[in-house]
């Protein structure tokens, strides 16, 4: 039997349930324990999933946990990972992995100098329907990729969202929270971004909140709320990404990828499945008929969630000598990536990308199933 990677997390909010309802699909790892700034938050998700409520400190210094799963706010999730290592334990974070570039770098030379791993959301791009996106691309069914287009637009979160304020403040706002799953689809399938540009605004200066409990409070906007980017990738793809929360209703395609001799429709990055479309030259085809993807199947009412899946590649990747695919590299590309949008933007500049990143290791159905408990 495989051993398995004893897995606490810091953070007890809205996501947390979900990494503790999935990860039992997984190999690899076990929840243990979870701890957060509330211990009463702690304790109320401990009960709900049989785990153990420790403080910070206690699951900090836990023998029997290997991988700390960061599950804090953005602007924390530096600070909480720094922390993590220097306690002598993994640590794969919640996205966006960090808010600069420095952080990063900080992050990746604190994990060679103790030999440890640094893991980060999303792990999306692993779904079923997006790992049959790569295989069309890798096999050349549409040729190369030259150009496309993302859109991801909505009224914002303070309509839903107990606590919205965090989603306005610098750190937040669509590129930074929704951006890690576009961003992340189009490295896997594309490679690396070698420059970008963009504008950017904000259409409100303060938002009310509709959702309970704070229903009719105000919060301040601090960050833009719709950028338009332009993606210019080593492969020479050309990408246009529009992310805002300042719109109502929009028909646009989440993502369309236009190939020489055809056009890839992909379905939102935010989740596992869906429909992949393929035209070649005129002819539309289901591309999805004979690709039998573990991770394209529902198992969370109509929807396919296999969220935790990159958190088990990791820890299986640890025990097995190799690398991980949601790896520190690939998510502080993203991470420059998104950062040099928003700089885009403020300076009306093009940008170069500083890093850059190997495309993750493609996910075949094989290797989804051996990630399956």
């Known amino acids: 039997m495989t051993r398995k990677l004893g897995i606490g997390v810091l953070g007890c909010g809205n996501i947390s349930a979900a990494y503790m309802r999935l990860a039992p699909l997984f190999r690899g790892i076990e929840m243990r324990a979870c701890a957060d700034l509330s211990e009463d938050a702690a304790k109320a998700r401990a009960g709900e999933f049989s785990l153990r409520a420790e403080t910070i400190d206690g699951l900090l210094a836990a023998d029997d946990i290997d991988i700390i799963v960061n599950l804090t706010v953005p602007a924390a999730h530096f600070s909480v990972s720094q922390q993590v290592l220097e306690a002598g334990k993994h640590v794969y974070s919640e996205k966006p992995f960090v808010l ?53 637009q909505s009224p914002g979160m303070e309509m839903w969202h107990p606590n919205p304020d965090f989603f306005f403040k610098p750190g937040g706002g669509p590129i930074l929270d929704l951006g890690p799953y576009y961003i992340s689809n189009l490295v896997q399938l594309l490679g690396p971004v070698k420059r970008v540009t963009a504008m950017s605004m904000s259409a409100q200066a303060e938002r009310t909140i509709t959702s309970q409990p704070r229903y009719g409070q105000k919060i301040p906007v601090e960050t833009p709320t719709t950028i338009h980017a332009i993606l210019q990738f080593h492969s020479g793809a050309q990408v246009t990404y529009c992310a805002s929360w300042d719109v109502w209703q929009h028909g646009h395609a989440p993502m369309e990828l236009y190939g020489e001799h055809g056009t890839l429709h992909v379905p939102d990055p935010n989740f596992f499945g869906g429909e992949v479309r393929m035209t070649q030259k005129a002819a539309f085809t289901s591309a999805g008929t004979a690709w039998d993807h573990p991770f394209a199947r529902a198992n969370d009412g109509v929807q396919a969630n296999y969220r935790a899946a990159g958190l088990a590649d990791m820890a299986l990747a640890i025990l097995d000598g190799r690398p991980h695919r949601c790896s520190l590299e690939f998510s502080l590309h993203v991470v420059d990536v998104m950062t040099a949008i928003l700089n885009a933007a403020e300076t009306g500049q093009v940008l170069d990308i500083a890093t850059s990143c190997e495309r993750p290791e493609a996910l075949s159905p094989d290797a989804a199933q051996a990630l399956l408990a």
Not at 115 to 127: H, I, K, M, N, Q
């Open 100 to 152: 600069t570039l420095d952080e990063g770098r900080a992050l990746a030379s604190k994990a060679a100098a103790k030999g440890l791993r640094v893991g980060s959301a999303p792990d999306t791009f692993l779904g079923g329907a997006h790992q049959l996106a790569r295989h069309l691309i890798d096999n050349g069914r549409v040729g190369a990729i030259t150009s496309g287009t993302c859109f991801v």
